[in-house]
C-alpha cells in the first residue's frame, strides 16, 4: 500500500479547512509512513498507517504514555479514520524537533563518556515510565490477566503456530524457523521465573524511536507499539535493534536495574518471537534486525547446552 502526499493534503483540508503550504516525506516502518506537515505557519506530524485497525491504538497509546513518560511524547492532535470516511487512516501529532538516535551518525562517533550520557538518560527515562505498575497484565487498554504468563503464553504460541505455517508455505526462513522452534522447546525453562510487576512499557523503545537533538540530548520518545503492561524485560531486547551494543543501552539498563537471572535469554526469545509476529502482521521484516535477533539467540541456546 502506498501513501501519497495528496491523501495527506486531503485529511489536513478536512481537519483545518484548508490545506497544508508545504508536505514533507519523512521515512517509515513497517507500519506506517510519517509526513511533515507546514500549516499556518506551524507544523505538525501526520501518521498514516498501512494497515486499517493500527491508527487508533496507537493514537492511544500516545496518550497515555504521554501522561507517564518523563521524557516529551507527541501530543495527539485529530485522528481519521475509513470509517469516517478518510481514504487513509492516520493521526495528526506533535512534532518533536531533532533527529532519531539512529540517523543522527555524529553521535556514534562520540566519546564513550558522552554516549553513556545519552544510555543513563534514556535508561533512566524507562526506568521511570515502568515504574507506572498496573495490578493486571495486558494491553495498554484493557489489561485483564492475573500474571505475565497468563499473557504471554498464548500471544507466542500464536506466533508459533503462525510461523509454522509460514514455514509450511516457504514463506519463513529456515535459519529463523529452526531458532523459534528451540527457543519454544525451552518456553518452560527460559520463563520459569515469576514476573511480579505489571509495568507500563513503550514496545518499541529502539534507536529510530529516541529523539535527540545537538548537543545529542535526549528530547522524546515517538513510535510505540503494542504499548501494555509486561514483563518490563520485554522492553529490553528493542536497546539493542540496529546498532547493537554502540551506546550500550542494553547493558546500561541493566547495571541500574536488578533484572532476572535469565534475562538475555528472555529478552533473546522476545526479540525473535518480536520479529516474526511483525512479519505475520505485514508480510516485511527488516533483515538486519531479524538476522541479529537470530545470532542473539543461537548464542543464548548454545550456552543452554
Known amino acids: 500500500m502506498k501513501i501519497e502526499k495528496s491523501q495527506i493534503s486531503d485529511v489536513v483540508k478536512d481537519v483545518y479547512g484548508k490545506g497544508p503550504s ?50 516529551k511524547t507527541p501530543e495527539v492532535y485529530f485522528v ?3 470509517r469516517d470516511g478518510s481514504q487513509v487512516e492516520c493521526f495528526g501529532m506533535e512534532l518533536i524537533e531533532g533527529h532519531d538516535s ?20 534514556v535508561c533512566d527515562a524507562l526506568i521511570k515510565l515502568h515504574s507506572h505498575t498496573s495490578p493486571k497484565f495486558g494491553d495498554i487498554l484493557d489489561p485483564q490477566y492475573d500474571s505475565w504468563q497468563d499473557f504471554y503464553f498464548p500471544y507466542a504460541q500464536k506466533i508459533m503456530q503462525g510461523a509454522e505455517k509460514l514455514h509450511e508455505e516457504g514463506r519463513l526462513k529456515k535459519y529463523i524457523y529452526d531458532t523459534m522452534k ?21 514496545g518499541d523503545a529502539n534507536v529510530m524511536n529516541i529523539m535527540t ?11 510505540p507499539l503494542d504499548s501494555m503492561y509486561a514483563d518490563r ?23 541500574k536495574y536488578p533484572v532476572s537471572p ?23 521484516y527488516t533483515g538486519i534486525i531479524m538476522r541479529s535477533a537470530v545470532k542473539r539467540a543461537k548464542a543464548q541456546l548454545k550456552a543452554l547446552k
Open 233 to 255: 524485560e520485554y522492553e529490553l531486547f528493542q536497546l539493542s535493534n540496529l546498532t547493537g551494543n554502540a551506546f550500550r543501552l542494553y547493558e546500561t539498563y541493566k547495571s
Open 262 to 284: 535469565k534475562c538475555d535469554l528472555k529478552c533473546a526469545f522476545y526479540a525473535v518471537f518480536h520479529e516474526v509476529k511483525c512479519y505475520l502482521i505485514n508480510g516485511t
Open 80 to 82: 481519521r479514520l475509513k
Open 213 to 223: 537533538k545537538k548537543p545529542f540530548e535526549l528530547v522524546g520518545f515517538i513510535d
Open 102 to 121: 539512529f540517523t543522527n551518525f555524529a553521535l556514534l562517533f562520540k566519546p564513550r563518556r558522552q554516549k553513556q550520557r545519552f544510555a543513563d538518560a
Open 22 to 71: 508545504h508536505i514533507k516525506y519523512l521515512g517509515g516502518g513497517s507500519f506506517g509512513r510519517a509526513f511533515k506537515v507546514d500549516i499556518d505557519g506551524k507544523a505538525l506530524v501526520v501518521k498514516a498507517f498501512l494497515r486499517d485497525g493500527l491508527c487508533e491504538k496507537e493514537a492511544e497509546e500516545l496518550k497515555i504514555l504521554r501522561k507517564y513518560c518523563p521524557v
Open 182 to 202: 528451540a527457543l519454544w522447546a525451552n518456553y518452560d525453562y527460559i520463563f520459569d521465573g515469576e514476573v511480579k510487576e505489571a509495568c507500563l512499557i513503550h
